[in-house]
């Protein structure tokens, strides 16, 4: 069974969202949303290519573009690719299922981003994906993962796309597994505190000495080649 949201037909891509998706989660974003991201590339990344998987919209494409740095992006959604191209007449972003090979040669890209993309991603999907990441980077390049752990309860029950979600360390098995030697997790603490600041600075650093995958909200990575 499809979750809400899915492109009818979408078959292995089950956790691509249609026009509904687009407009419940994005339109209060813009491109200044990514900006975060950018930096972070920017920081522990090299200068060159990037290339954002599962791209959506298209709002880190457009983010990077408008900082004069070359982005391509890719996503499975028809509807995202071009409410994205309506926007950003310029905007590199194509149509492209994450189950295929990526229409990109090998050594193409410095940075492949993956935000948010990878519980969207059936399990060999997912696979494949990383796999493709691993070839189209340039030796020393950064694939840069964001997702929501697996024991993150309300992101699995307020996003029914949510259909992969991965514990930390599964996350960085798959990597491995995907040729990548160098990894660097980078999670959040669940907010078993709440919000308060206190409670999530001594998780965050619990978690720096205990690799307790169920402390984590998320499960995040930079990978290099």
Known sequence: MKPPGAEPGAGVNAGVGDRTYYDKWYADRDWRFYRSILAQVVEHSEPGPILDLGAGVGYLVECADRWGLDCNGVDGSPAAVEIGCARWPA???RHHVLSERLPFPDA????VVMNQVIEHLEAPVARAAVGEAFRVLRTGGMLFITS???FNEYERTIDPTHINMLAPSTLEAMLRAGGFTTIKRFDEP???FGSHRLG????GRLMRFVDWDRLSASANARAYK
């Open 190 to 192: 669940l907010p078993l």
């Open 108 to 111: 193409s890209f410095q940075t």
């Open 148 to 150: 929501p752990s697996q």
């Open 91 to 93: 905007l590199k972003l």
């Open 200 to 203: 999530r600075h001594v998780l």
